[in-house]
């Protein structure tokens, strides 16, 4: 089995006696033997939170997510429970009269079970303030390990250094049963088979060896000799069909669950192994050492899947293998991302651990490539057509003809599941080929560059400098898109080209290494990387690394929506309009893509606009909007007008096209604040294109005074500055007001404004140059208001023509004939004001 092992977090500390994954935070908690607990952010590495626990060591420790809370056992015989969010403990009372060993919270109930070196095993219940609930007697030595069974959480397993496991149930203080699991020695693990159709347990024991158990017959089903020191865990992995072991002669174990062979052993040099946690919903797993810790990423979090043009899929669940029909779902009128209720059923088994499944083109077969072997099944009655040694494989699209990559170094080409005659690919070997893709040329992924072949000849079409991830083909055969980590490219392969250069250099074995490249031309690039595409005639849709569901038409990209976790693109079934995605636990949603829109795009991008004016009456309504975006960024904002429903984007438009009248339909219809915004950006536009009139208008209606004010300037209107001076006040816009009336020349009135708004200072600055009969009468007003903040001495500084000063003299006399010049004489009394 070949599966990729990734390290994600290596830690050194204390030695790590316990350790658990919180099933929803990205945080590793670890019991220390120092007596403290540490939490881990386990993606990023660092070290979140210390407690310290006890001064002896702790033995076990536990989430309890569902309270915020974990608890943690040790050698002072204490059970401390803790928040983790604010550090306060919770409870701690004296458990057992011995060390805890062990302890195990249960899924659903508000109990947790210990285990002690007092060789009883108790229940505690924090609904009802730690009460014990139960005891549970019968073991004669140290309790190593608990474990609920997942298919029936109302029994648990203990394991014991007594060499037996026994299996419990919370109701009664006796056990069910015993099994003497290992003879030689004491078990220190008991695991349960997390599946539902086999009912086995894993012992781990003192005797250096891992023994899977049937519990209902009570036999021992396999024995795993390999450890050279006692096993102080095993466990069964919940998604892989693996089981993990780790020895106090420090290393850790895969085996085989199926077969129960050593797969593979690790070591990490931090002495002893002591204890392990598998993540929920993930492939990491993390071991505990006398020197600190290790998560590892199992595998590959992508399921393994394939669906035919015709909707059927075809994915594994390990070595199972499932098959459902998506055409026949009746899904259409579900919402956006809405799960589709699968009716899968049981096609068959694979011989090898699969790590992709690839149908061939019309659909007939099916291969499955893993552990270093491939093999091909007929789809329907899954029966074993052809199989050999390959790492990766590929199709041609006549669905007879494939690819098998034997080694690093060696493509072997199959036509009719028989050896193709022939020599070998033109400019392979001499280097490492890391994939194969299918389709009418096949590629062949390497170091540095992908390079294409000619099916028929062997000979090279292309050798492109690029770091590719992945390259798919269109079903149409002239547009290939080349995934990187850097971007993905679209190319555009011309076959008549090619054949043209072939036939004027004598013979496809006359074509140089590098092939040809004016066959081809990019077409698009996209910046970022995509992780799964397929194409739909000249449409690829596609899913990004930072899951996002999108489509490319031309070098058009178009959004169509984004997820909250990876998902995983299944196909394109037209007839439902929808495209199909999977998560990793191949939970099926789909979205809706109308073929009409795409049919219609394309007919766009080609500058057929009679092809695209008959799809355009067949595009559903509700994508007529999402056409009009796609035609406004094509540059065609008349047609885009006329298509879309959206009467914002059709508002646009219309200010964008100079409609001005179509928009003031539309604002017409519109109330409030967006309204008022629709009526002032028809303004603005009005006046650029100098229809006063309808700019008056939509200003007023939006009430836009400055933008009035401005106008009316601009138009000499003194009447309506005057009115609009009085509207600026009822509105509170004094400085507009004030702006209105300065324009206007009215100097009094602009006085008066100041004073309304206490704004004496001002108020006279501005009288001593355009009003000075008023001064002597503001000025007194000044220093009143001074002297009533306190400020005196000030007040009496300010100078007034009233104190008949030498330095106003002159300059008022001429202030004064100016101002009865412009005004006329100096009155008492204005509207009953004195002045």
Same mark, same amino acid.
């Given at each position: 089995?070949?599966?990729?092992?990734?390290?994600?977090?290596?830690?050194?500390?204390?030695?790590?006696?316990?350790?658990?994954?919180?099933?929803?935070?990205?945080?590793?908690?670890?019991?220390? !033997?120092?007596?403290?607990?540490?939490?881990?952010?386990?993606?990023?590495?660092?070290?979140?939170?210390?407690?310290?626990?006890?001064?002896?060591?702790?033995?076990?420790?536990? /989430?309890?997510?569902?309270?915020?809370?974990?608890?943690?056992?040790?050698?002072?015989?204490?059970?401390?429970?803790?928040?983790?969010?604010?550090?306060?403990?919770?409870?701690?009372?004296?458990?057992?009269?011995?060390?805890?060993?062990?302890?195990?919270?249960?899924?659903?109930?508000?109990?947790?079970?210990?285990?002690?070196?007092?060789?009883?095993?108790?229940?505690?219940?924090?609904?009802?303030?730690?009460?014990?609930?139960?005891?549970?007697?019968?073991?004669?030595?140290?309790?190593?390990?608990?474990?609920?069974?997942?298919?029936?959480?109302?029994? /648990?397993?203990?394991?014991?250094?007594?060499?037996?496991?026994?299996?419990?149930?919370?109701?009664?203080?006796?056990?069910?049963?015993?099994?003497?699991?290992?003879?030689?020695?004491?078990?220190?693990?008991?695991?349960?088979?997390?599946?539902?159709?086999?009912?086995?347990?894993?012992?781990?024991?003192?005797?250096?060896?891992?023994?899977?158990?049937?519990?209902?017959?009570?036999?021992?089903?396999?024995?795993?000799?390999?450890?050279?020191?006692?096993?102080? /865990?095993?466990?069964?992995?919940?998604?892989?069909?693996?089981?993990?072991?780790?020895?106090?002669?420090?290393?850790?174990?895969?085996?085989?669950?199926?077969?129960?062979?050593?797969?593979?052993?690790?070591?990490?040099?931090?002495?002893?192994?002591?204890?392990?946690?598998?993540?929920?919903?993930?492939?990491?797993?993390?071991?505990?050492?006398?020197?600190?810790?290790?998560?590892?990423?199992?595998?590959?979090?992508?399921?393994?899947?394939?669906?035919?043009?015709?909707?059927?899929?075809?994915?594994?669940?390990?070595?199972?293998?499932?098959?459902?029909?998506?055409?026949?779902?009746?899904?259409?009128?579900?919402?956006?991302?809405?799960?589709?209720?699968?009716?899968?059923?049981?096609?068959?088994?694979?011989?090898?651990?699969?790590?992709?499944?690839?149908?061939?083109?019309?659909?007939?077969?099916?291969?499955?490539?893993?552990?270093?072997?491939?093999?091909?099944?007929?789809?329907?009655?899954?029966?074993?057509?052809?199989?050999?040694?390959?790492?990766?494989?590929?199709?041609?699209?006549?669905?007879?003809?494939?690819?098998?990559?034997?080694?690093?170094?060696?493509?072997?080409?199959?036509?009719?599941?028989?050896?193709?005659?022939?020599?070998?690919?033109?400019?392979?070997?001499?280097?490492?080929?890391?994939?194969?893709?299918?389709?009418?040329?096949?590629?062949?992924?390497?170091?540095?560059?992908?390079?294409?072949?000619?099916?028929?000849?062997?000979?090279?079409?292309?050798?492109?400098?690029?770091?590719?991830?992945?390259?798919?083909?269109?079903?149409?055969?002239?547009?290939?898109?080349?995934?990187?980590?850097?971007?993905?490219?679209?190319?555009?392969?011309?076959?008549?080209?090619?054949?043209?250069?072939?036939?004027?250099?004598?013979?496809?074995?006359?074509?140089?290494?590098?092939?040809?490249?004016?066959?081809?031309?990019?077409?698009?690039?996209?910046?970022?990387?995509?992780?799964?595409?397929?194409?739909?005639?000249?449409?690829?849709?596609?899913?990004?690394?930072?899951?996002?569901?999108? !489509?490319?038409?031309?070098?058009?990209?178009?959004?169509?929506?984004?997820?909250?976790?990876?998902?995983?693109?299944?196909?394109?079934?037209?007839?439902?309009?929808?495209?199909?995605?999977?998560?990793?636990?191949?939970?099926?949603?789909?979205?809706?893509?109308?073929?009409?829109?795409?049919?219609?795009?394309?007919?766009?991008?080609?500058?057929?606009?009679?092809?695209?004016?008959?799809?355009?009456?067949?595009?559903?309504?509700?994508?007529?909007?999402?056409?009009?975006?796609?035609?406004?960024?094509?540059?065609?904002?008349?047609?885009?007008?006329?298509?879309?429903?959206?009467?914002?984007?059709?508002?646009?438009?219309?200010?964008?096209?100079?409609?001005?009248?179509?928009?003031?339909?539309?604002?017409?219809?519109?109330?409030?604040?967006?309204?008022?915004?629709?009526?002032?950006?028809?303004?603005?536009?009005?006046?650029?294109?100098?229809?006063?009139?309808?700019?008056?208008?939509?200003?007023?209606?939006?009430?836009?005074?400055?933008?009035?004010?401005?106008?009316?300037?601009?138009?000499?209107?003194?009447?309506?500055?005057?009115?609009?001076?009085?509207?600026?006040?009822?509105?509170?816009?004094?400085?507009?007001?004030?702006?209105?009336?300065?324009?206007?020349?009215?100097?009094?009135?602009?006085?008066?404004?100041?004073?309304?708004?206490?704004?004496?200072?001002?108020?006279?600055?501005?009288?001593?140059?355009?009003?000075?009969?008023?001064?002597?009468?503001?000025?007194?007003?000044?220093?009143?208001?001074?002297?009533?903040?306190?400020?005196?001495?000030?007040?009496?500084?300010?100078?007034?023509?009233?104190?008949?000063?030498?330095? /106003?003299?002159?300059?008022?006399?001429?202030?004064?004939?100016?101002?009865?010049?412009?005004?006329?004489?100096?009155?008492?009394?204005?509207?009953?004001?004195?002045?």
């Amino acid at each position: 089995m070949l599966l990729e092992i990734q390290r994600k977090l290596f830690a050194r500390s204390d030695r790590v006696k316990s350790i658990d994954f919180h099933p929803t935070e990205p945080w590793l908690l670890t019991g220390l !033997y120092n007596g403290s607990a540490q939490i881990y952010n386990h993606e990023t590495g660092a070290l979140l939170k210390t407690f310290e626990v006890a001064e002896v060591p702790v033995r076990c420790v536990r /989430f309890i997510p569902r309270k915020s809370w974990f608890v943690a056992g040790s050698d002072d015989f204490q059970l401390r429970v803790f928040n983790y969010n604010t550090h306060e403990k919770v409870a701690a009372f004296e458990a057992h009269p011995d060390y805890i060993r062990c302890l195990t919270v249960h899924p659903t109930a508000s109990v947790l079970l210990t285990g002690s070196d007092d060789m009883t095993i108790k229940a505690w219940d924090w609904d009802r303030n730690w009460k014990c609930v139960q005891v549970f007697e019968g073991h004669t030595h140290f309790i190593m390990n608990l474990s609920f069974n997942p298919k029936d959480t109302n029994t /648990f397993a203990s394991a014991c250094l007594d060499r037996t496991v026994k299996i419990w149930n919370l109701t009664s203080g006796t056990a069910n049963f015993s099994l003497e699991a290992h003879e030689k020695g004491g078990v220190n693990f008991v695991d349960f088979y997390p599946g539902p159709d086999k009912p086995y347990l894993l012992t781990a024991g003192d005797d250096k060896t891992v023994r899977v158990w049937d519990y209902l017959s009570k036999s021992c089903v396999a024995t795993m000799e390999g450890h050279t020191a006692l096993v102080s /865990f095993a466990v069964f992995h919940h998604a892989l069909p693996i089981i993990v072991s780790g020895s106090e002669d420090g290393t850790v174990k895969i085996w085989n669950s199926g077969t129960y062979r050593l797969e593979n052993t690790l070591s990490y040099a931090l002495e002893r192994a002591w204890c392990v946690a598998l993540r929920k919903g993930a492939n990491d797993v993390a071991v505990g050492f006398d020197e600190g810790l290790v998560v590892i990423k199992m595998g590959r979090d992508e399921p393994t899947f394939s669906m035919d043009p015709t909707g059927k899929l075809i994915y594994t669940r390990n070595t199972s293998v499932l098959t459902s029909n998506l055409a026949t779902e009746k899904d259409d009128e579900a919402p956006d991302g809405a799960r589709v209720a699968l009716a899968p059923r049981e096609l068959g088994s694979t011989e090898v651990f699969p790590t992709s499944i690839i149908h061939s083109p019309n659909g007939r077969f099916v291969t499955v490539v893993g552990d270093g072997e491939y093999i091909i099944y007929t789809a329907l009655a899954w029966r074993n057509k052809a199989f050999g040694q390959g790492g990766s494989f590929a199709w041609a699209t006549d669905s007879n003809t494939y690819a098998v990559l034997e080694t690093k170094t060696k493509i072997r080409m199959f036509r009719n599941f028989k050896d193709k005659s022939g020599g070998p690919l033109k400019g392979a070997g001499g280097w490492a080929v890391e994939g194969l893709h299918g389709g009418p040329l096949l590629a062949a992924r390497a170091h540095g560059f992908v390079i294409f072949w000619d099916w028929e000849t062997g000979a090279i079409v292309r050798r492109i400098e690029v770091e590719a991830k992945n390259v798919f083909w269109s079903g149409t055969g002239n547009l290939v898109a080349i995934v990187s980590d850097d971007g993905t490219y679209v190319l555009k392969f011309d076959r008549a080209l090619y054949d043209e250069h072939v036939e004027s250099v004598g013979g496809a074995e006359n074509v140089g290494d590098e092939g040809v490249e004016d066959a081809w031309d990019v077409v698009a690039e996209l910046g970022e990387q995509i992780k799964t595409g397929k194409w739909i005639g000249d449409c690829f849709i596609y899913t990004t690394a930072g899951n996002r569901l999108g !489509y490319l038409v031309g070098s058009q990209t178009n959004v169509v929506t984004h997820f909250d976790t990876p998902m995983y693109l299944l196909g394109y079934i037209p007839a439902h309009n929808r495209i199909y995605l999977a998560d990793k636990d191949m939970n099926v949603a789909g979205y809706a893509l109308a073929l009409s829109v795409v049919e219609y795009q394309t007919a766009v991008l080609r500058g057929d606009t009679a092809a695209a004016s008959e799809i355009l009456p067949t595009v559903p309504k509700d994508q007529r909007n999402r056409v009009a975006r796609f035609l406004e960024s094509q540059g065609q904002r008349e047609l885009a007008l006329s298509v879309t429903t959206d009467p914002d984007h059709k508002f646009d438009l219309s200010l964008a096209l100079d409609d001005l009248d179509g928009a003031l339909e539309i604002a017409r219809q519109v109330v409030g604040p967006e309204g008022e915004s629709k009526w002032k950006a028809i303004g603005d536009r009005a006046l650029s294109v100098w229809r006063f009139d309808l700019a008056r208008e939509c200003f007023e209606a939006s009430g836009d005074l400055g933008a009035l004010m401005l106008l009316y300037l601009a138009t000499g209107e003194r009447d309506k500055l005057a009115g609009l001076a009085e509207a600026a006040q009822a509105k509170g816009q004094n400085n507009l007001a004030f702006a209105c009336l300065l324009q206007l020349g009215d100097a009094r009135a602009c006085v008066e404004m100041l004073l309304r708004t206490d704004r004496v200072s001002e108020a006279a600055l501005f009288a001593r140059t355009y009003l000075p009969s008023a001064v002597p009468r503001i000025v007194a007003l000044w220093r009143a208001e001074l002297e009533t903040k306190g400020r005196k001495k000030l007040a009496a500084s300010i100078a007034s023509p009233d104190d008949n000063s030498d330095l /106003f003299e002159e300059g008022w006399e001429a202030a004064l004939a100016r101002e009865e010049e412009l005004y006329g004489p100096p009155q008492t009394t204005v509207n009953g004001d004195a002045h």
